[in-house]
């Protein structure tokens, strides 16, 4: 990690000269929250960030023939204590008339055909994301990519169809110590334009788990539809892991009002198991631009597990500056 810091500062230190021949840009995030949570029984009151903190670095160069060379690498930072949380995505790409390839730690097709783009409150105290109403993710060797969750590193990755089609290929056969290899992944996602905010998402993931690898996780695959029309935002997904079915149901509608956003979403997600098996969780927020880059976000949450006895609320609020 910490050479991965180094790495990062040496490249930003550089980054005025090499401009001369490439296009670079600093950027990043820092977010800050505070969150009440009471399952009934307990009521705590604590600060979260929720790991939307991090500083990047992207570069592109145009070659001629009409071809781009381009990178990126961001390293997660925690708002609270600006420690280091791990790189998100770090990659290396070449564009031209036909789309462009990805090699390295790329952002998944999944994930973003609908997904964490339809979730106002991702990466905060109520997002939807994480097994609520969009599943998390799978797979040890791509640290969760294979859901809404992280990226998808050791990958190869298309965009094809002026970015309509999304194609991620597993490359790696090395479970390494910290997880498993992902050789045979596949991550692929096909977004259909309909004319003005209307659009069809349609999404296909999968990771399969190797039995000789000690540190492989569970197979895991899921398919979903997602779709916008308007002001309205939904999305169906079906999960298989490990042998056990779930379902998971997302939507959101989203008005302007008293000067800024206010946001409905919520939905419903189905156990797989023979009883206690729904979870409904509802959530109100608003969201205030003070500028392109700065925001202030406030919400309730309640999440209602057939599982348990009370559902559990959520009150937050947070602050976030994008640069």
Avoid at 234 to 240: I, K, L
Avoid at 259 to 269: L, N
């Amino acid at each position: 990690m910490k050479k991965s810091i180094i790495a990062m500062t040496i490249a930003a230190a550089v980054a005025a000269p090499v401009a001369a021949n490439a296009d670079v840009t600093a950027y990043g995030a820092v977010q800050g929250e505070i969150t009440q949570t009471d399952n009934g029984t307990t009521a705590t009151i604590g600060q979260r960030e929720w790991g939307r903190g991090f500083i990047g670095l992207k570069a592109s160069e145009e070659l001629g023939n009409g071809m781009t060379m381009f990178g990126k690498m961001e390293i997660g930072m925690d708002t609270d204590d600006a420690q280091p949380q791990g790189n998100r995505q770090s990659y290396v790409g070449l564009k031209a008339g036909w789309g462009s390839v990805m090699i390295g730690k790329v952002p998944t097709g999944y994930k973003y055909a609908g997904g964490v783009k339809y979730d106002a409150f991702v990466a905060t105290s109520l997002q939807a994301r994480g097994g609520i109403t969009m599943s998390g993710g799978a797979g040890a060797g791509q640290n969760g990519a294979q859901g809404h969750n992280g990226f998808s590193k050791d990958t190869v990755a298309f965009r094809l169809m002026d970015g309509a089609l999304s194609v991620n290929l597993g490359t790696s056969d090395d479970p390494g110590a910290n997880g498993a290899g992902n050789m045979g992944d596949l991550d692929i996602a096909y977004k259909i334009k309909m004319g003005g905010k209307n659009e069809i998402h349609l999404a296909h993931t999968a990771h399969s788990n190797d039995a000789a690898d000690p540190n492989s996780s569970t197979d895991y695959s899921a398919t979903k539809i997602a779709g916008k029309f308007g002001d309205i935002k939904a999305q169906y997904e079906m999960v298989d892991n490990n042998g056990t079915d779930q379902t998971f149901l997302f939507a959101a509608y989203s008005m302007q009002a008293a000067g800024g956003e206010v946001v409905f979403q919520g939905g419903q997600r189905d156990n797989g198991a023979a009883t206690l098996n729904m979870t409904t969780d509802l959530t109100v927020g608003y969201i205030k631009k003070l500028s392109k880059n700065a925001r202030w976000f406030a919400g309730f949450r309640s999440t209602d597990d057939e599982a348990n006895a009370d559902p559990v609320t959520t009150l937050t609020y947070g602050m976030r500056y994008d640069y």
